[in-house]
């Protein structure tokens, strides 16, 4: 029988995506093995990282630094705006290193379902980026369920006034497929054959 704050550790461990009570049994066990030099090293990282995120004002990332490194970075181009549902999104489009232009996260997607509306996104946001001028392209990268493709048309009508290009990922992707869980060579078919939104 483990002590209290070593089921705490478990059970905090158990709730991370990916990580079960078993695994995180596992890595408690490892930690509590390694205290001398695996423990020091965890902690440090995860109070490094407390400490120094934040979320980008301009797209919503979140990074050590605000604006983000990709806003930050003059060799993005900024005239490009792509449009994803969450921050996960972001990362997994980054990563495959195929666009190279900005991103706008806005938080979610529209949910009938879950209550969730038009004013609880980062849209206005997005449409002052637009507004404010140069910008050519704006990509809607939403998944491909039915919530993230009524979000991708609310935007499609919302950006209408402006004079944009509105592209859409290619439907390489597979109904139902969120792009995080999505290998980059997918991702990147899909980013290259976007096409106009319509
Ligand atoms: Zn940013």
Redesign the pocket.
């Known amino acids: 029988m483990a002590s209290q704050e070593i089921e705490a550790l478990s059970s905090a461990l158990a709730r991370l995506p990916g990580l079960g009570p078993r695994s995180a049994r596992r890595a408690v066990l490892h930690l509590v093995k390694k205290r001398e030099t695996a423990l020091p090293a965890l902690l440090d990282a995860l109070l490094a990282v407390q400490d120094t995120l934040e979320e ?1 004002r ?4 979140v ?1 050590t630094r605000d ?2 490194g ?2 930050s970075d003059p060799k993005r181009d900024a005239k490009s705006i792509c449009v994803v549902e969450d921050v996960a999104d972001l990362w997994a489009l980054d990563r495959a290193k195929l666009f190279s232009g ?2 706008h996260v806005l938080g979610g997607r529209l949910s009938a379902l879950d209550g969730v509306r038009p004013e609880d996104l980062a849209i206005p946001g997005l449409l002052a980026r637009v507004e404010a001028g140069g910008v050519d392209e704006v990509v809607l990268a939403m998944n491909a369920t039915l919530e993230g493709q009524t979000t991708a048309h609310y935007l499609a009508e919302r950006l209408e006034d402006f004079s944009v290009r509105i592209t859409q990922l290619a439907h390489g992707l597979p109904v139902g497929g969120e792009l995080d869980y999505l290998d980059e060579g997918t991702l990147a078919q899909a980013l290259r054959a976007r096409r106009p939104m319509g």
């Open positions: 980008c301009i797209c919503g990332n990074d604006p983000c990709i806003c900005t991103y």
